[in-house]
């Protein structure tokens, strides 16, 4: 058995020029938009996802994939800054579906045509919440929970029982 020269079969991608970049951003947001439709997500949505995309783009002026969270910061920080917090949340989660797709499906590929190792800027610190936070609240235990009414002798976790979603029946017990 003689040794043979291994040749990658995927295709050379290398991109130099700004309309070569340009052109394989394009391919990207277009792949994205495909993906959402697919996954069965109403096109509202998916313009709601778009439209942020492009206008991060248009302010960062360079590939998305650039983005570095402090870049992020100054975009909500200063650009964005007036905005309602709902706004900023909505943006926000549309960035992070944007670059999930992009680490996800087109990581390897972007790094071989430019350098460059896609990760969102998106993280806990710089990710807007909308004026409350989105962490997980742990309650105390039973005998740390103060009485909700000293005189009627109601507690949380009796509240808590007798409350109940739209249509369904109360608990019994």
């Given at each position: 058995m003689a040794l043979a020269v291994v040749r990658?079969?995927?295709?050379?991608?290398?991109?130099?020029?700004s309309e070569e970049i340009a052109a394989f951003e394009q391919d990207l947001l277009a792949e994205f938009v495909l993906a959402r439709a697919s996954a069965g997500v109403l096109d509202d949505t998916i313009r709601g996802d778009v439209g942020p995309v492009m206008a991060l783009r248009e302010w960062f002026g360079r590939p998305l994939w650039e983005m570095e969270p402090q870049d992020l910061d100054r975009y909500f920080g200063r650009h964005r800054r007036d905005s309602a917090a709902g706004t900023k949340v909505r943006q926000a989660a549309a960035f992070a579906?944007?670059?999930?797709?992009?680490?996800?499906?087109?990581?390897?590929?972007?790094?071989?045509?430019?350098?460059?190792?896609?990760?969102?800027?998106?993280?806990?610190v710089n990710r807007p919440r909308g004026g409350t936070s989105a962490r997980l609240r742990i309650p105390p235990p039973e005998g740390e929970m103060p009485p909700f009414s000293a005189?009627?002798?109601?507690?949380?976790?009796?509240?808590?029982?007798?409350?109940?979603l739209p249509g369904t029946t109360p608990p019994h017990g």
């Open positions: 990658d079969l995927r295709s050379e991608l290398r991109l130099e020029t579906v944007f670059f999930e797709f992009l680490e996800l499906r087109h990581k390897a590929a972007i790094h071989d045509a430019t350098g460059f190792v896609v990760e969102s800027p998106l993280d806990e005189a009627g002798g109601v507690t949380w976790r009796r509240l808590a029982s007798t409350l109940r």
